[in-house]
């Protein structure tokens, strides 16, 4: 089992910034890639941003230049630098953590991004 804990969250004006942390606790030897998902109201998550044990990353178009996701292995922590936000990126953001078996989700936070 993997344990994932979202921080960093809250609320930021057009055009700031946040990061985001995700520490995994558990079985984190078994971890494969995290990534950071987002969910807007109605609608299911969508990818953010991946990242794989040799740091290989992966982002969704829309956040390409402006997030940078990053990982620290000796910590077990995933974090996401969020820069130049945009009021419709206001959602519920998650962490993911893949094992060779399933996948694990956080509790998500919250990032409201106010105009």
């Known amino acids: 089992q993997v344990q994932l804990v979202e921080s960093g969250g809250g609320l930021v004006q057009a055009g700031g910034s946040l990061r985001l942390s995700c520490a995994a606790s558990g079985d984190i030897f078994s971890i494969n890639d995290m990534g950071w998902y987002r969910q807007f109201p109605g609608n299911q998550r969508e990818l953010v941003a991946r990242?794989?044990?040799?740091?290989?990353?992966k982002y969704a178009d829309s956040v390409k230049g402006r997030f940078t996701i990053s990982r620290d292995n000796a910590k077990s922590t995933a974090y996401l630098q969020m820069n130049s936000l945009k009021p419709e990126e206001t959602a519920v953001y998650y962490c993911?953590?893949?094992?060779?078996?399933?996948?694990?989700w956080g509790q998500g936070t919250q990032v409201t991004v106010s105009s």
């Open positions: 993911n953590a893949r094992t060779g078996w399933r996948a694990f």
């Open positions: 990242i794989t044990s040799s740091d290989s990353t």
